[in-house]
């Protein structure tokens, strides 16, 4: 009879337990039909048993028989939960197949879509550009100074919204990113006038490096163009002034990274909805370089935050990263196999 009593508290623990897993209840009645199987099967076998060899004692051949009914009924239970179990699995794996398949489907569509607008977009703004040149080459004036501006700024909205429609995809490859040089990179490729860059950045992560470029390169030029003044022209090409003193900084995190700004910052009322497609502040930038950045972060599986840096400015915080390569010397973190930058 003692030996009853730990399959008896195995049951009664895999019940509770049951009861708070994440089985689908669905599944109960299945797992109840194995409880009861085994403990009818193991009974009846035990029953032939007795009856095969009797013990002599009415007393003994009760406590036999109950004996293997609980430990039938222990194993019929166990193995109801472990199918249960198996087959959630497989609902589960089949469930985030058709979803990633579906993601997919959706995906080529935004691209099949983005890519019809902005080529039926870009044939009427290139005539409207080379009609323009022309124009402004028997006479120029500030009129027509401006309209070019303005096509600038289309061309600009179709290169961000074909990025934007890109840069939300489901990442399924990552590769080994030294943030050190993809950062420097990036600031190279972005007009940053008198701006600094302080990169601090040493570490090395998972992440896909051309969204990775995107998310780096918007959140310089957002810095950026808040933190101007005005514009002037050098050798035909629109440059922006900054406050001298406009400082970007990149560092690390535990699991990500930060960049920020000593600018004017933004509200903590605003920053929240700065990450919304379509908010601006700045006239004719759409306001998609920030949305851009959510895209990028939300398709790596990471999180965002916007908050005040110590200077007084914005600083986004992108945590939920993976980190990988192994500190050297100097204390600096360099990756275990070769990165693409």
Request: charged letters at 25%; glycine letters at 10%; aromatic letters at 6%.
């Amino acid at each position: 009879m003692l030996a009853i009593v730990p399959f008896a508290a195995a049951i009664i623990v895999g019940g509770f337990w049951l009861d708070n897993s994440e089985i689908d209840p669905d599944h109960y009645r299945r797992i109840g039909v194995w409880f009861t199987g085994g403990l009818v099967c193991f009974l009846l076998l035990n029953v032939v048993m007795i009856l095969t060899w009797p013990t002599g004692a009415l007393s003994e051949d009760i406590g036999w028989a109950l004996f293997a009914a609980i430990v039938g009924g222990f194993g019929g239970l166990m193995m109801g939960i472990f199918e249960a179990r198996a087959i959630s699995r497989a609902v589960e794996a089949e469930r985030q197949r058709l979803q990633r398949e579906a993601v997919e489907q959706r995906n080529e569509r935004l691209d099949e879509f983005a890519a019809v607008v902005a080529h039926d977009l870009r044939n009427p703004l290139n005539v409207a550009s080379g009609r323009l040149e022309l124009a402004r080459m028997d006479r120029d004036s500030e009129h027509l100074e401006t309209a070019a501006g303005a096509m600038d700024r289309m061309e600009t909205l179709i290169d961000r919204t074909l990025t934007l429609a890109r840069s939300g995809h489901v990442i399924s490859d990552t590769e080994a990113v030294d943030l050190t040089e993809l950062v420097d990179s990036c600031w190279e490729a972005v007009p940053t006038a008198d701006a600094t860059l302080e990169n601090e950045a040493t570490v090395v992560i998972d992440a896909d490096p051309d969204r990775l470029r995107h998310l780096f390169e918007n959140l310089f030029r957002n810095s950026v163009e808040h933190g101007s003044t005005g514009s002037q022209s050098q050798s035909g090409a629109t440059v922006e002034r900054v406050d001298a003193d406009l400082t970007i900084r990149v560092g690390e995190l535990t699991e990500g990274f930060y960049v920020a700004d000593n600018g004017s910052g933004i509200p903590p009322a605003k920053r929240d909805a700065v990450l919304d497609e379509g908010y601006t502040t700045t006239d004719g930038e759409g306001g998609l370089g920030l949305a851009i950045v959510q895209r990028i972060v939300e398709a790596h599986g990471w999180e965002i935050d916007v908050t005040e840096s110590d200077g007084g400015g914005t600083r986004f915080e992108v945590t939920g990263a993976t980190i990988s390569g192994s500190p050297d010397e100097d204390g600096y973190t360099r990756p275990e196999t070769p990165v693409q930058s």
